[in-house]
Each structure stands twice: as structure tokens, then as C-alpha cells.
């Protein structure tokens, strides 16, 4: 090890190093430890982190564990270890135990997350870490709060997009977050100069921040680096990037056979700068450690080590893998009776009522804030959705992003582990692809891989679906991809009433919710707009009108259409119900099953592709649950097999499902 700095000059006592040391100690001994148990069957899976632990125990020692909060990726084994997660934590995750307090046994082992440490929960996709990063820092901020953020990753993760937008938004507003890269040389079996072109360091000023390329296997330097970056980020200068050379000796994962793509003369070459061993020969030179205290040292860790396994492996498996999907579990259990009752209130169009909700809602929310492309200022919007929030609230609650939706989402997720309610805005439904991510395997999954330890209550506000001649990247539907998604809820609004009342039911729910507003009825529907706190239970359709020869499900602007064929049908002496389904994650299954069996005769309308589209879920439900009710096929009016509308408005009218075809479709139907 190099001599240059030593600990004393660097503000650390003996007992801080020889401390730092025994960390890393136990950090390669829990490796060597877990790769045996693998071997021997007992360990089905492990990750290793042998020949990172300067960095990952030096970088933790030179922050407040008090107030900082840090963001490991699986790999970080040093990091946890520092941050106060115990050996015995560690086993019951590698056994999949159900006390595993990290995820009850959902995640892969190395899958970190301890709220009362502010260890961020992780996933195994790469990168997604950064995001969530930056959207801590930023709610750290604007409550005022102590604390910067360290987020780690290898090499590898720095070719995802989400690390590009989370250094951008960092840089952007000048945050308190350390983006440390352990650049171990190899992404699996990928090489860095096949993943990286030029010096990762060097990426740092084109996003306005400082960075550094340093020796990851020298414990002072890295001490010494990242102290300076933390003091320069309680200063409020700014983040900064920290690239730390290192390698790992062990294979990516006990899956992986790293024989294959990397030499044994490599492996020895770089085992010469072994920060272990490195560490304990600067010990041993300080007069810090001796014979007798290492071999002391050692067996203490085994000894602990050994009980941790022996306790880990002897806990109980978990037992019940469907809990914890939500926060929050909506079950409707009693159908809608009657028509949804009148409201009283001002009448205005959709577009307004949103505008109102989201000022109602942050009024009555502090922890809220609304941010996206073009949301703040004067413009408030391409649809004006949220013109004066930013005059009202300030540009701390409503302010721009960066067109780059992933990092949108990923903040938002971010700043929900300081009990902020964001709603973040993507511009279109067309543009949300990019979050799709950060939506289904971040926010969607957080409250069950976390055992319910974290919850994730955003809402993710965009305007969706066709009839304003958006052509094929403004006009898109997207519900079908999302209601999927166990975790996520999705609601669709087609009155002012109902726009108020499940933005205020979303916003308080404890899990992410995507909040679709059917574009076309922006300015097309008009209705009361409630004053006051007013609610619409998530889970819960509306008979928006009672019927006896068949049921129409439908929502969005084509629970409008449906009711502009409700004349049309009644004059050819035809009595439909219309069922405005509003959510559809949770589907309100006991109302629907209700009008089923009143009608016996189902029309499925919706404006996205019929096939494999919501509709099909619906009449899936029905054919498996009320099939004996029913006296003719389930129907679909839907889009074709087209990518999206067409931009011609003669092209859009011949495919848009409008009143006329619902009436269509119905009279084939009762005719059946």
C-alpha cells in the first residue's frame, strides 16, 4: 500500500482503523463463508464482493451514519456491513429465511433495504438505484433536512440511461448525492473497455459536478476522497462522481464460471493489491496490530460467523408469498346498487377539474408536489393542467424536469422514502415507455420485496387515448400494460366529480397508482365540480345508467360515448346498463357480476387494440365467473390490430370507437 496518506492526518483515531479493518475483515470472511455454503448445496445462490471492500468500508467510514442515507447495489456487502447490517441479517437472506428483515425471503441474497439505516431498498436491475438516489437528496433538501446520499454501482451501470438522467437531475439542481462507480474491471464477463468509452470520471463535468478517478484499493484515499465530497455536499456545492478502481476476485455470481473470460495470471496480478491484505500490512506497520491480536481478531469473526449461519439456516422458510402486494388492499365486497348520486358544485370541463383537484390536493397535502416536462411557470402544462401551481405553491412543489421520464418516475420513488406524496406528470401516454422501469419493476414491486417495509405512494398523473388527431405517438392507450402490474393500481376518470374524487383518494393511498385522464374528454365532458374534501373509493365502478337487456362495461371518454348511445339504444326499444368501471386495478368485480346477471348480456367498449387489450381481461373474469348468466357471447368494441390512430382525420373516424358503433354492437348482441 502506498504511504502517502496516512489515518491520523486524515482525522481517524487507531481504533477507527483498526475498526474500518475489521469490517473489511468480516466483509471477506462472510464471502469465503457464503461461496462454501454454496458448494456444499446449503446456499442456493450468493453474490461476492472479495477485493471491493476498501472501497465499500472506507467510503461508509467517511459519513454520518446519523443522517446520511445510502443506496448499495448487491454487491456492496462492505458498505452494509459498515452502514450496521449484521452477519446474521446477511445468512438469513442467503438461506431465504422469512426473518430475512432485508425482504422476508422475496429477493435474491445482497438485496439490501433497512429503513431504520436509510438503506434504500434494491432491486437486481442495474442502475435503477440512481433515480431513487437523487429523488432522496432532493426531498432532503426542500424539508430542510441533514444528510447527503451515497449511491454505488458498478461500471456497467454507467451505460444504463437512468444513471445519464440521475447525474443530469443531480447537476441540475446541485444535490448532496455521491455517485460512487466501482469499476471492477468486467460487467459479468463484458470487459470495460468493451462497456466504457473513455474515463468515467471524465463524464462528470459534462453534468456540472466534480469528479475523480482514484486507487478503490487504498482505504485512505478513498476515505479522503469521498470526506471531502461529503463536506462539499453539506456546503451545498454540489454532487460529485467518484470512479474507484478496484476487481472482483470471485466470480460475478455462483451461477457465473469466470474462467471463461478472464486469466488466472490476471486474477494474480491484480491479488497483489489485495485491500485486505494491504490493510492489515499498514496495520501491522503502525505497530496497530500483532500476531496475537490477529489471530484473536479472526476467530472472534469466525465464532460470530459460525452462530450466524447455524441461527440463519435453522429459521423458519417464509410461509406465504401472496401477502404484502399492497400497502393497501382494496377488495369490494358489496356491488353498486343505483346510479352514481348527483354532486353539486360548479360545472366546468375535465381539463379544469384537474387544474382544481391538483390545487385542492396540495393544499390539504403539504408532503405533495407535482413536477414534469413543462409543468411549472406561467405555462402550467400543454394542457394547462397545472397552470398557477408553481404561483401558488412555489417552484419547491411544482417545478420542470428534464424530458426524461425515467428519471421522473425514479425520483419520484425516491422522495416517498422521506414521506413525500409526489405526482409526477408524463407529458403523454405515448412517452411513458421510457419509466416503464422504474413503474413495473421499481414502484410496483417495492412493498413486496421489501416485506412491506416500504410502501410507495406516488401518482403518476398522463393524459391517454385518442379523438383530438394526436396521430400515432399522442393518441396512445396504455392502461392494458399497467393493469397488469401486480402493485400498481389504475384508475381511468371521465367526470369533473370523479377527476377530484380519486386524485384525492390516489394521493392518500399508500401505494402507486397511475392516474390515466382520457385526453378527448379534456374539454368534451362538463359536469359539477365538489367542493370540499371529496373522495371516490378506489376499487369502485359507477351505474351511470340502469339498464335490463345488457350490460355495457366501458371508462374514459367511452363511458361519454356510451351514454350519448343510451337514447339512441332506448328508441329501438333496447334498455342498456352503463357501467363506468373508473378503476381498473382493482376492478369493482362485485358490481360487474351484479349487472351480469341482472342483463345477461355483455358489451366490452374501449378505444385501446382489442386484442390482448383490458377488454379481454373483463371477458376472461366473466367466462370463468358468471358464465351460467350469461344468454349470448361476451363482445368486444374495440381498435384494431393497429399500432395506434392515424393522423388523417378521415383515417382516425373510421377506427375511433364512437356511439354509432356501440349501438351497432349492442343491437347484434341482443339479437344473438
Given at each position: 500500500?502506498?504511504?502517502?496518506?496516512?489515518h491520523?492526518?486524515?482525522?481517524?483515531?487507531?481504533?477507527?482503523?483498526?475498526?474500518?479493518?475489521?469490517?473489511?475483515?468480516?466483509?471477506?470472511?462472510?464471502?469465503?463463508?457464503?461461496?462454501?455454503?454454496?458448494?456444499?448445496?446449503?446456499?442456493?445462490?450468493?453474490?461476492?464482493?472479495?477485493?471491493?471492500e476498501?472501497?465499500?468500508?472506507?467510503?461508509?467510514?467517511?459519513l454520518?451514519?446519523?443522517?446520511?442515507?445510502?443506496?448499495?447495489?448487491?454487491?456492496?456487502?462492505?458498505?452494509?456491513?459498515?452502514?450496521?447490517?449484521?452477519?446474521?441479517?446477511v445468512?438469513?437472506?442467503?438461506?431465504?429465511?422469512?426473518?430475512?428483515?432485508?425482504?422476508?425471503?422475496?429477493?435474491?441474497?445482497?438485496?439490501?433495504?433497512?429503513?431504520?439505516?436509510?438503506?434504500?431498498?434494491?432491486?437486481?436491475?442495474?442502475?435503477?438505484?440512481?433515480?431513487?438516489?437523487?429523488?432522496?437528496?432532493?426531498?432532503?433538501?426542500s424539508?430542510g433536512r441533514?444528510?447527503?446520499?451515497?449511491?454505488?454501482?458498478?461500471?456497467?451501470?454507467?451505460?444504463?440511461?437512468?444513471?445519464?438522467?440521475?447525474?443530469?437531475?443531480?447537476?441540475?439542481?446541485?444535490?448532496?448525492?455521491?455517485?460512487?462507480?466501482?469499476?471492477?474491471?468486467?460487467a459479468?464477463?463484458?470487459?470495460?473497455?468493451?462497456?466504457?468509452?473513455?474515463?468515467?470520471?471524465?463524464?462528470?463535468?459534462?453534468?456540472?459536478?466534480?469528479?475523480?478517478?482514484?486507487?478503490?484499493?487504498?482505504?485512505?484515499?478513498?476515505?479522503k476522497?469521498?470526506?471531502?465530497?461529503a463536506?462539499?455536499?453539506?456546503?451545498?456545492?454540489?454532487?460529485?462522481?467518484?470512479?474507484?478502481?478496484?476487481?472482483?476476485?470471485?466470480?460475478?455470481?455462483?451461477?457465473?464460471?469466470?474462467?471463461?473470460y478472464?486469466?488466472?495470471?490476471?486474477?494474480?496480478?491484480?491479488?497483489?493489491?489485495?485491500?485486505?491484505?494491504?490493510?492489515?500490512?499498514?496495520?501491522?506497520?503502525?505497530?496497530?496490530?500483532?500476531?496475537?491480536?490477529?489471530?484473536?481478531?479472526?476467530?472472534?469473526?469466525?465464532?460470530?460467523?459460525?452462530?450466524?449461519?447455524?441461527?440463519?439456516?435453522?429459521?423458519?422458510?417464509?410461509?406465504?408469498?401472496?401477502?404484502?402486494?399492497?400497502?393497501?388492499?382494496?377488495?369490494?365486497?358489496?356491488?353498486?346498487?343505483?346510479?352514481?348520486?348527483?354532486?353539486?358544485?360548479?360545472?366546468?370541463?375535465?381539463?379544469?377539474?384537474?387544474?382544481?383537484?391538483l390545487?385542492?390536493?396540495?393544499?390539504?397535502?403539504?408532503?405533495?408536489?407535482?413536477?414534469?416536462?413543462?409543468?411549472?411557470?406561467?405555462?402550467?402544462?400543454?394542457?394547462?393542467?397545472?397552470?398557477?401551481?408553481?404561483?401558488?405553491?412555489?417552484?419547491?412543489?411544482?417545478?420542470?424536469?428534464?424530458?426524461?421520464?425515467?428519471?421522473?418516475?425514479?425520483?419520484?420513488?425516491?422522495?416517498?422514502?422521506?414521506?413525500?406524496?409526489?405526482?409526477?406528470?408524463?407529458?403523454?401516454?405515448?412517452?411513458?415507455?421510457?419509466?416503464?422501469?422504474?413503474?413495473?419493476?421499481?414502484?410496483?414491486?417495492?412493498?413486496?420485496?421489501?416485506?412491506?417495509?416500504?410502501?410507495?405512494?406516488?401518482?403518476?398523473?398522463?393524459?391517454?387515448?385518442?379523438?383530438?388527431?394526436?396521430?400515432?405517438?399522442?393518441?396512445?392507450?396504455?392502461?392494458?400494460?399497467?393493469?397488469?402490474?401486480?402493485?400498481?393500481?389504475?384508475?381511468?376518470?371521465?367526470?369533473?366529480?370523479?377527476?377530484?374524487?380519486?386524485?384525492?383518494?390516489?394521493?392518500?393511498?399508500?401505494?402507486?397508482?397511475?392516474f390515466?385522464?382520457?385526453?378527448?374528454?379534456?374539454?368534451?365532458?362538463?359536469?359539477?365540480?365538489?367542493?370540499?374534501?371529496?373522495?371516490?373509493?378506489?376499487?369502485?365502478?359507477?351505474?351511470?345508467h340502469?339498464?335490463?337487456?345488457?350490460?355495457?362495461?366501458?371508462?374514459?371518454?367511452?363511458?361519454?360515448?356510451?351514454?350519448?348511445?343510451?337514447?339512441?339504444?332506448?328508441?329501438?326499444?333496447?334498455?342498456?346498463?352503463?357501467?363506468?368501471?373508473?378503476?381498473?386495478?382493482?376492478?369493482?368485480?362485485?358490481?360487474?357480476?351484479?349487472?351480469?346477471?341482472?342483463?345477461?348480456?355483455?358489451?366490452?367498449?374501449?378505444?385501446?387494440?382489442?386484442?390482448?387489450?383490458?377488454?379481454?381481461?373483463?371477458?376472461?373474469?366473466?367466462?370463468?365467473?358468471?358464465?351460467?348468466?350469461?344468454?349470448?357471447?361476451?363482445?368486444?368494441?374495440?381498435?384494431?390490430?393497429?399500432?395506434?390512430?392515424?393522423?388523417?382525420?378521415?383515417?382516425?373516424?373510421?377506427?375511433?370507437?364512437?356511439?354509432?358503433?356501440?349501438?351497432?354492437?349492442?343491437?347484434?348482441?341482443?339479437?344473438?
Amino acid at each position: 500500500m502506498k504511504r502517502e496518506l496516512h489515518h491520523r492526518d486524515l482525522g481517524l483515531t487507531d481504533e477507527q482503523v483498526l475498526d474500518m479493518y475489521r469490517v473489511m475483515l468480516t466483509a471477506r470472511k462472510i464471502d469465503d463463508r457464503m461461496f462454501a455454503l454454496n458448494r456444499q448445496g446449503r446456499a442456493p445462490f450468493v453474490v461476492g464482493s472479495s477485493g471491493h471492500e476498501a472501497i465499500q468500508v472506507a467510503s461508509a467510514f467517511a459519513l454520518d451514519r446519523q443522517v446520511d442515507w445510502v443506496l448499495p447495489y448487491y454487491r456492496d456487502m462492505g458498505v452494509a456491513l459498515a452502514w450496521g447490517v449484521t452477519p446474521l441479517e446477511v445468512f438469513l437472506a442467503v438461506f431465504a429465511r422469512g426473518a430475512d428483515p432485508a425482504s422476508g425471503g422475496r429477493q435474491l441474497p445482497n438485496h439490501w433495504s433497512y429503513p431504520e439505516l436509510r438503506i434504500f431498498t434494491q432491486s437486481s436491475p442495474i442502475g435503477t438505484q440512481y433515480p431513487h438516489a437523487v429523488g432522496i437528496a432532493h426531498a432532503l433538501r426542500s424539508q430542510g433536512r441533514p444528510g447527503i446520499v451515497v449511491v454505488y454501482g458498478g461500471e456497467g451501470s454507467t451505460s444504463e440511461g437512468d444513471w445519464h438522467e440521475a447525474m443530469n437531475w443531480a447537476g441540475i439542481h446541485r444535490l448532496g448525492v455521491i455517485f460512487v462507480i466501482e469499476n471492477n474491471q468486467y460487467a459479468i464477463s463484458v470487459p470495460s473497455q468493451e462497456e466504457v468509452a473513455g474515463c468515467i470520471a471524465d463524464r462528470a463535468a459534462g453534468y456540472g459536478m466534480v469528479g475523480f478517478r482514484i486507487d478503490g484499493n487504498d482505504p485512505m484515499l478513498v476515505y479522503k476522497t469521498v470526506r471531502e465530497a461529503a463536506e462539499r455536499a453539506r456546503r451545498g456545492e454540489g454532487p460529485t462522481l467518484i470512479e474507484a478502481e478496484t476487481y472482483r476476485y470471485y466470480a460475478h455470481t455462483s451461477d457465473d464460471d469466470d474462467r471463461l473470460y478472464r486469466s488466472r495470471e490476471e486474477v494474480l496480478e491484480w491479488r497483489r493489491h489485495d485491500p485486505v491484505v494491504n490493510m492489515r500490512q499498514y496495520l501491522i506497520e503502525e505497530r496497530l496490530l500483532s500476531e496475537a491480536d490477529e489471530r484473536d481478531l479472526v476467530a472472534s469473526i469466525e465464532r460470530t460467523l459460525a452462530a450466524a449461519v447455524e441461527e440463519a439456516e435453522a429459521s423458519p422458510p417464509p410461509t406465504d408469498p401472496a401477502t404484502k402486494v399492497y400497502a393497501r388492499v382494496i377488495e369490494p365486497s358489496e356491488p353498486v346498487r343505483r346510479v352514481e348520486p348527483a354532486v353539486d358544485g360548479p360545472e366546468v370541463n375535465l381539463i379544469t377539474a384537474v387544474n382544481r383537484a391538483l390545487h385542492d390536493v396540495m393544499e390539504a397535502h403539504p408532503d405533495t408536489l407535482v413536477f414534469g416536462e413543462d409543468v411549472a411557470g406561467e405555462k402550467g402544462g400543454v394542457f394547462k393542467a397545472t397552470q398557477g401551481l408553481t404561483a401558488t405553491f412555489g417552484r419547491e412543489r411544482c417545478f420542470n424536469t428534464p424530458l426524461a421520464e425515467s428519471v421522473i418516475i425514479g425520483a419520484a420513488i425516491g422522495m416517498t422514502a422521506l414521506g413525500k406524496r409526489p405526482i409526477p406528470e408524463i407529458q403523454f401516454a405515448d412517452y411513458i415507455h421510457p419509466s416503464f422501469d422504474q413503474i413495473v419493476n421499481e414502484a410496483a414491486r417495492i412493498h413486496y420485496r421489501s416485506d412491506g417495509a416500504w410502501s410507495c405512494p406516488i401518482v403518476i398523473r398522463t393524459p391517454f387515448g385518442a379523438g383530438i388527431h394526436g396521430a400515432l405517438y399522442h393518441s396512445q392507450s396504455v392502461e392494458a400494460f399497467f393493469a397488469h402490474v401486480p402493485g400498481l393500481k389504475v384508475v381511468v376518470p371521465s367526470t369533473p366529480a370523479d377527476v377530484k374524487g380519486l386524485l384525492w383518494e390516489a394521493v392518500e393511498d399508500p401505494d402507486p397508482v397511475l392516474f390515466l385522464e382520457p385526453k378527448k374528454l379534456y374539454r368534451l365532458a362538463k359536469g359539477p365540480y365538489p367542493e370540499g374534501e371529496y373522495r371516490v373509493p378506489l376499487g369502485r365502478a359507477a351505474i351511470r345508467h340502469e339498464g335490463t337487456d345488457l350490460t355495457i362495461l366501458t371508462y374514459g371518454a367511452m363511458a361519454h360515448f356510451a351514454l350519448e348511445a343510451v337514447p339512441l339504444l332506448e328508441e329501438l326499444g333496447i334498455s342498456p346498463e352503463v357501467i363506468d368501471l373508473r378503476s381498473l386495478k382493482p376492478l369493482d368485480w362485485p358490481t360487474v357480476e351484479a349487472s351480469v346477471q341482472k342483463t345477461s348480456r355483455v358489451l366490452i367498449v374501449h378505444e385501446d387494440n382489442e386484442f390482448v387489450g383490458y377488454g379481454a381481461e373483463l371477458a376472461a373474469q366473466i367466462a370463468d365467473k358468471a358464465f351460467e348468466w350469461l344468454d349470448a357471447p361476451i363482445r368486444r368494441y374495440a381498435l384494431g390490430d393497429l399500432p395506434a390512430m392515424p393522423y388523417a382525420s378521415e383515417l382516425e373516424e373510421m377506427v375511433y370507437p364512437n356511439p354509432e358503433g356501440i349501438v351497432a354492437h349492442a343491437q347484434d348482441l341482443i339479437k344473438y
